[in-house]
Nanobody, 122 residues
Framework: VQLQASGGGLVQPGGSLRLSCAAS????????MAWNRQAPGKQRELVAY???????KYADSVKGRFTISRDNAKNTVYLQMNSLKAEDTAAYYC?????????????????WGQGTQVTVSS
């Protein structure tokens, strides 16, 4: 299963960006879709995730500013980021956990996207 992330860029403090991550391949079902980020010199951290039931969880640092959503028909997860701050600057990675079809059999998978850079600066 491959993930293609997009939507990063340079934005001023207080601005907004929307990240997208589309999964492709022999997908049977997707359970959890998530966004993580890694700033230079820091460990990768979970930003938000959404389950197949639509349950969501956010890091305290982004609550009230970021919204995660998914389009199951498109196997795509989104991250709407509002009121961006300089400390949100990082490479953002999507990851997806689910079940794929491999040689006719179902198999668990966990895939990571290539990362998309978000820079918040004036």
């Amino acid at each position: 299963v491959q993930l293609q992330a997009s939507g990063g860029g340079l934005v001023q403090p207080g601005g907004s960006l929307r990240l997208s991550c589309a999964a492709s391949g022999s997908i049977f079902s997707i359970n959890v879709m998530a966004w993580n980020r890694q700033a230079p010199g820091k460990q990768r951290e979970l930003v938000a995730y959404i389950t197949s039931y639509g349950n969501t969880k956010y890091a305290d640092s982004v609550k009230g500013r970021f919204t995660i959503s998914r389009d199951n028909a498109k196997n795509t997860v989104y991250l709407q980021m509002n009121s961006l701050k300089a400390e949100d600057t990082a490479a953002y990675y999507c990851n997806v956990v689910g079940i794929a079809i491999n040689s006719g059999a179902r198999a668990d998978f966990a895939s990571w996207g290539q990362g998309t850079q978000v820079t918040v600066s004036s």
